[in-house]
């Protein structure tokens, strides 16, 4: 796996990608869902895979305070990626810049531009750009007509209930370790 850090650290002759974006904060068993898709189409279409992620988390930078406690530090998260396959991550800083981008930058710079990104996938309220002004119906729109495929990520459930960071929270919260280890596919670990 590649680490990309920022914008100008792409290579000059990066040809395209499958691209996902979000925080992937613990690396639950539905980022494992996406990251498999991801591959999926990857392979299919001859790219390689890449995941955008920012530092800070967005949560992180509008409300240090009141931000949830991170399940995994980007080491981790870098490790746990490699471990499923990506071939790129591309971790971008959450700053003034990028918060205030508007939605269309976002798109034609980073996805057409810097990225030439050929498929992307993200969830349904996956919200982007200035004050969160763009949205899946957007990008869905901007790819066809750019040329790039939308996909969304279906929820995962288990137990009738959504797999996602803050229930392993909540699940942490409570010391319910079986139930954690079930949600991430592995037992909980912290370095």
Not at 65 to 84: T, Y
């Amino acid at each position: 796996m590649r680490l990309l850090r920022g914008l100008h650290n792409i290579p000059a002759d990066f040809r395209g990608c499958a691209a996902t974006i979000g925080n992937f904060d613990g690396l639950h068993l539905g980022h494992q869902a996406i990251l498999r898709a991801l591959k999926e189409v990857a392979a299919a279409q001859g790219v390689p895979t890449l995941v955008m992620l920012f530092e800070p988390q967005p949560k992180e930078f509008f409300a240090p305070q009141a931000a949830p406690a991170r399940l995994a530090n980007l080491r981790e998260k870098l490790q746990d990626l490699a471990s499923h396959g990506v071939d790129y991550v591309l971790c971008l800083p959450f700053n003034q810049s990028l918060r205030s981008m508007p939605a269309q930058a976002f798109i034609e710079q980073i996805l057409l531009q810097a990225l030439r990104v050929k498929h992307l996938i993200v969830g349904d309220d996956f919200r982007f750009g200035c004050d969160r002004s763009g949205d899946y119906r957007a990008l869905a729109a901007a790819g066809q007509q750019h040329g790039f495929q939308v996909q969304d990520s279906p929820t995962l459930e288990l137990d009738s209930e959504r797999v996602s960071s803050t229930r392993v929270r909540t699940e942490l919260a409570a010391n319910n370790l079986s139930r954690v280890a079930h949600l991430l596919g592995r037992p909980y670990r912290m370095s």
